[in-house]
């Protein structure tokens, strides 16, 4: 059974940081891409961050380049996204999401999904 499991939101005041993680189990996770996604109120989920298999092939959305980083360590399963600098338009649930092709680097198509985490932040 595979599982994701986010963790590492709370309340942050603008301009400041957070890192939320991401561990998984029940999957081979170097054999995954992984993906941030976040979704805030009354509006649709929204691609973050994609990272490739061997921590390579990132990619980004507009809103949050320059300000967040992903990254994974596979002997961890885990994947990370650094957040700073953030924003009141970055408070949303984050989620993580695996797929074990290639894909679009900004597609939705993800086989697996975590619960969310939520991150606020106060101005």
Excluded: H
Aim: net charge positive; hydrophobic share 35%; proline share 2%.
């Amino acid at each position: 059974q595979v599982q994701l499991v986010e963790s590492g939101g709370g309340v942050v005041q603008a301009g400041g940081s957070r890192r939320l993680s991401c561990t998984a189990s029940g999957l081979t996770f170097s054999n995954y891409v992984m993906g941030w996604f976040r979704q805030a109120p009354g509006k649709e989920r929204e691609f973050v961050a994609r990272i490739g298999w061997s921590g390579y092939s990132i990619y980004y959305a507009d809103s949050v380049k320059g300000r967040f980083t992903i990254s994974r360590v596979n002997v961890k399963n885990t994947v990370y996204l650094q957040m700073n600098s953030l924003k009141s338009e970055d408070t949303a649930v984050y989620f993580c999401a695996a797929r074990n092709r290639v894909g679009g680097p900004y597609d939705y198509d993800y086989d697996y999904w975590g619960q969310g985490t939520q991150v606020t932040v106060s101005s």
